[in-house]
């Protein structure tokens, strides 16, 4: 007998599909899934893998020249079932990767996963977080300033892992303690004493919380699902329903019927709303029976979440995109919530889309899939509207309590009736009386240093990184112009390089500059800020969060992150202070996000109170401004889907982008110019296919981009075109260009 293996490595070399000979006595135990360890090379050190493939004949067994190694050990209790290997390679084919880069998202977390759970449980660790950002790290590695091969390994893994005990650490890099302190003085990472908390919910004393009496509309979706699961039916369900609404009611209620049945649930979160209150809620109804898995854990606590699910302690998972892959035996339902939010969608390999992956293990498992949205994406809308998910409208919300009162704020006649503010003169009053009245407020701006560009107002320059044609943006803490892509930083210009005015001016609206407006405006307010610069691990989005709550604070600044999550009483007013910075990103999805984001962020407003909202903008005509207004999603529905058809965008078809990038540009362009050749030799008139171009930013970290969009409905046979174009032995000599095929991709970018 012989077993195909894939080793469990990162080695390029070692990523392809290897053939063993199945020692005598192991061909009863093995099976598909098994974890093995097998001798590679002439070295003397076994690697380990799982076997994907058993079979009686092996074609390369045939070839005299070659003798085939036998598998060495084998250990089947650290084994994957077959249906992991199955939905391995069927990633791997889809999203055009490696198999192992899919067995990996199904392994307990953390490679030394053993050790870390036997380890003595400390009470206080040396905590290890990045101080600098990701891009500049990356910039540092590249350039040589890092050389170490130690310190390289210990800051890709922590860039990969958010910050991790030093005892974690240890185990998982193979580095020693003292290595730390060098990193440290280095100016990499900080450490700080944290409490451990191997257990992220033993400290907790929750209320046991009764399920609610449905009301009308609840109980009809709930029946209809709930129908779904007793009879073991593969199904698909939407509940559209505004927050408030009762949707996570009617999950909880769901859940209690699977348990009933014996089954298990996986609940999917975007990351950012996984917040300890969403957790409480399913905590406080089923206790110890939850596991939560996310990236802000660590790997030992992710390790022994992980552990209590695959021994069947925990029958309900809730995480954020990788929990999918939960070690469940026995699924009765799977709840994705907030569906149309991006996070879903992986974009590093392998580039899987969670609800395409929760589709097809609900069908395995034969359960209802559910998905729940205030504003659902506009594909499964369509979906629900073609019939092929049956939805639920919730119209009512559970608590009585009144939508926020929304007004758009036209910004040109501002500007017009010389108000130079980031803030009009409407919101600087509404804020007045706010702080007047002791409520607080929320002013969000729609991206982190959103232009905050140097241009000079004489001749137009721009100041721009070297390495990636992109804008620098000010940071005034050091007062430095930075590339948020490289991390290549210089001091501010004062005099325009190209025409030496002096003109040049800082454009835009960053959250540090909004915080000093405010300051200025308002002395006697307190301000807190939340966006990238200031959410590290030591100050979570969390924790500044619950600062701005329990400190009651007057006025909360942020980006997108302030958007999910918190219930906020005592905020009655949302002011966005400009709404179009995603209207006019080069993404067919932009008008959708902004639509989605205005409606989420007047949400904020007033949960108990009657709340305001105010919208400032410059396209106070754009439908998904005045369709945000009136809060109506079906008007915004109707008007965006017109549009996406008219242009052939998705839902009336699926989005390819073939990326290429290198540092020779001649080699992409051979490179692009092949792969478009090859696909439209072959490709039939369902297939829409664009020359290759520049991306939309054409260089990051001195490397070139371009790229190829195709639009049609991904089959098969189109899988089998792309495979056939991209797999090429000419391709295969140019080292230098890497390919990505990303299927209705997250950004166009
Ligand atoms: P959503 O998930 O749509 O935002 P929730 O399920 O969180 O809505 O409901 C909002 C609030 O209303 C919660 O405090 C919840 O406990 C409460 N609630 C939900 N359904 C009912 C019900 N049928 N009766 C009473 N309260 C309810
Ligand atoms: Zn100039
Ligand atoms: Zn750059």
Redesign the pocket.
Known sequence: MYAEVIINSNAKALNRIFDYVVPRDMENTIKVGARVFVPFGRGKKLEDGFVINLKEESEIAKNEDITLKEIAKIEIEESLTENNITLAKLMARKYFCNISDCIKLMLPPGTGGKELANRAKEKVGNFVFLKKDIDEINFDIENGKIKSDKHIRVLRFLTENDGMYISDLEILTDVNRSVFKTIEKNGYIEIIEKQIERNPFVHKNIEK?EP????EE?KRCFDSISFCVENNEFSKHL?Y????????????QLIQKVLEQGKEAIVLVPEISLTPQMVD?FLARFGDTVAVLHSKLSIGERYDEWQKIAKGEAKIVIGARSAIFAPLKNIGIIII?EEHDISYKSDSTPRYNAKDLAKYIAEKNNCPLVF?S?TPDIVTMKQAKDQEIQIYT?TK???NTKLPDVEIVDLRNELAAGNRSMLSFKLQNEIEKNLKNKKQTILFLNRRGYSTFVMCRECGYVAKCKNCNISLTYHSSGNRLKCHYCGFEMSVVKECPECNSKKVKYFGTGTQKLEEEIQKLYPQASTIRMDIDTVSKKNSHEEILNTFKNENIDILIGTQMVVKGHHFPNVTLVGVITADGSLNLEDYRAVERTFQTLVQVSGRAGREENGKVIIQTYNPDHYAIIDSQKQDYDLFYNQEVNLRKMLNYPPFCDIILIKFSGKNLTEIQKISELVYKKINSVKNDNIQIYKPVPSPIDKIKNKYRWRIIMKCKVTSKVLDIINFAIEDERIKKCKDTSIVVDINPSTMN
Not at 212 to 215: I, S
Not at 241 to 252: D, F, N, V, W
């Open positions: 919380d609610k009496v449905l009301n609840q509940i329903g505004i927050t408030g609404s009762g949707k996570t009611e009617i999950y909880l809620r919530d729940g205030a919730l919300r559970a608590t």
